[in-house]
């Protein structure tokens, strides 16, 4: 069953006078216990995905979209106080930049006791209740991997390092077991192994609790082994989605073909942590998009048609933008 459901959501902002599309009429789903990866080079858009899925875009975005659901309602048309309900209890967001989401004013105990619901505190004296809530805010932040909880508890977050106010966000989204977690590339800069057990412990919570996941993420290779299915974006387009199996073996898009060759789990004759070497160019600025296909200057197979915008074209659930598709003939 679809839980989150985005058709044609465009973004538009004022640049200089003239409204940019940042986001372009892109769709994409979550069912009940996916893990869908979003990925695509800096400046794609995901992070205002992210935003407009949870209502924290600044007011001088204009949103539009055929369709912005949450279990069949409509996140655009519910009041704040009803959206802010579904955020509080249901979705979960880690936002990219860990230090600027949390109060800089609280403690660490003091923001996470806060966030815990209610209904998990068992009945019992205020005394009780507390401890109640300081168990659980301990419980969860050895969960992911805070190692000293007894002194980062009562730290602000100036105070740690950036390695655990990552971890403790974790925290503070997994503290309310939300239906679905939106998390935008929370192990960046993490080391190895502290990214490994964060991945495993979203993986295990997707397992037991039937947590979904949207995933944001550049390591193309910690996530392909945890998520189902995928999206790709460029230039604030989904450039193609679908099952992460068969992107893997057969991906129809050229920019898809290039993230994964740029991976080097996918390809196994570059040696780790490789260059960038799939694609030549940057991705353009808003302000200055190519006409027609906007991977078009970039692209290997770009030819004549490509200078008319490609429609989204579907195979089974696999879903894509281009007029010559890769592997066509083997899906
Ligand atoms: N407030 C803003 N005004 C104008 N353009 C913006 C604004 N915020 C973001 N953008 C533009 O929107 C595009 C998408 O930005 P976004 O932050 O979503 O990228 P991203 O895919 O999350 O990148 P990264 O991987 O670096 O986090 C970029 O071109 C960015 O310059
Ligand atoms: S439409 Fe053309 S330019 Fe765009 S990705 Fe496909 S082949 Fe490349
Ligand atoms: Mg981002």
């Given at each position: 069953?679809?839980?989150?459901?985005?058709?044609?959501?465009?973004?538009?902002?004022?640049?200089?006078?003239?409204?940019?599309?940042?986001?372009?009429?892109?769709?994409?789903?979550?069912?009940?216990?996916?893990?869908?990866?979003?990925?695509?080079?800096?400046?794609?858009?995901?992070?205002?995905?992210?935003?407009?899925?949870?209502?924290?875009?600044?007011?001088?975005?204009?949103v539009?979209?055929?369709?912005?659901?949450?279990?069949?309602q409509?996140?655009?048309?519910?009041?704040?106080?009803?959206?802010?309900?579904?955020?509080?209890?249901?979705?979960?967001?880690?936002f990219?930049d860990?230090l600027?989401?949390?109060?800089?004013?609280?403690?660490?105990k003091?923001?996470?006791v806060?966030?815990?619901p209610?209904?998990?505190?068992?009945?019992?004296?205020?005394?009780?209740?507390?401890?109640?809530?300081?168990?659980?805010?301990?419980?969860?932040?050895?969960?992911?991997?805070?190692?000293?909880?007894?002194?980062?508890?009562?730290?602000y977050?100036?105070?740690?390092?950036?390695?655990?106010?990552?971890?403790f966000?974790?925290?503070?989204?997994?503290?309310?077991?939300?239906?679905?977690?939106?998390?935008?590339?929370?192990?960046?800069?993490?080391?190895?192994?502290?990214?490994?057990?964060?991945?495993?412990?979203?993986?295990?919570?997707?397992?037991?609790?039937?947590?979904?996941?949207?995933?944001?993420?550049?390591?193309?290779?910690?996530?392909?082994?945890?998520?189902?299915?995928?999206?790709?974006?460029?230039?604030?387009?989904?450039?193609?989605?679908?099952?992460?199996?068969?992107?893997?073996?057969?991906?129809?898009?050229?920019?898809?073909?290039?993230?994964?060759d740029?991976?080097p789990?996918?390809?196994?004759?570059?040696?780790?942590?490789?260059?960038?070497?799939?694609?030549?160019?940057?991705?353009?600025?808003?302000?200055?998009?190519?006409?027609?296909?906007?991977?078009?200057?970039?692209?290997?197979?770009?030819?004549?048609?490509?200078?008319?915008?490609?429609?989204?074209?579907?195979i089974?659930?696999?879903?894509?933008?281009?007029?010559?598709p890769?592997?066509?003939?083997?899906?």
């Amino acid at each position: 069953m679809i839980i989150l459901d985005i058709k044609n959501l465009t973004l538009e902002i004022e640049s200089n006078g003239v409204l940019v599309k940042a986001l372009d009429k892109v769709s994409l789903t979550i069912q009940e216990n996916e893990i869908r990866a979003l990925v695509g080079e800096s400046g794609s858009g995901k992070s205002l995905i992210v935003r407009a899925i949870s209502g924290a875009l600044p007011p001088q975005w204009i949103v539009t979209a055929d369709r912005l659901t949450w279990r069949g309602q409509n996140l655009l048309s519910m009041t704040r106080a009803q959206r802010q309900a579904i955020m509080r209890r249901d979705i979960a967001v880690i936002f990219q930049d860990p230090l600027a989401s949390l109060d800089p004013s609280a403690t660490l105990k003091d923001q996470l006791v806060e966030s815990i619901p209610q209904e998990f505190i068992p009945k019992g004296w205020p005394w009780q209740r507390r401890k109640a809530r300081l168990r659980i805010a301990q419980q969860i932040m050895r969960k992911v991997g805070i190692k000293d909880v007894h002194a980062a508890i009562n730290k602000y977050p100036h105070e740690l390092s950036l390695d655990i106010c990552q971890k403790f966000m974790i925290a503070m989204a997994l503290v309310s077991q939300p239906t679905l977690l939106i998390a935008d590339d929370p192990t960046r800069g993490m080391e190895t192994n502290t990214k490994q057990q964060i991945l495993t412990l979203l993986a295990q919570l997707n397992k037991t609790r039937n947590l979904s996941i949207l995933f944001v993420s550049h390591d193309l290779i910690a996530i392909s082994a945890m998520a189902h299915s995928m999206t790709v974006l460029y230039c604030g387009q989904s450039v193609e989605s679908g099952k992460m199996k068969a992107m893997r073996r057969r991906p129809l898009h050229p920019y898809t073909k290039a993230l994964m060759d740029s991976a080097p789990s996918f390809s196994p004759d570059l040696i780790p942590k490789s260059p960038l070497v799939a694609m030549d160019g940057t991705i353009p600025t808003l302000q200055h998009l190519p006409i027609g296909c906007r991977l078009g200057p970039r692209c290997p197979r770009a030819a004549k048609e490509c200078v008319q915008v490609p429609e989204e074209r579907s195979i089974n659930e696999h879903k894509y933008r281009c007029h010559y598709p890769m592997h066509v003939e083997s899906v």
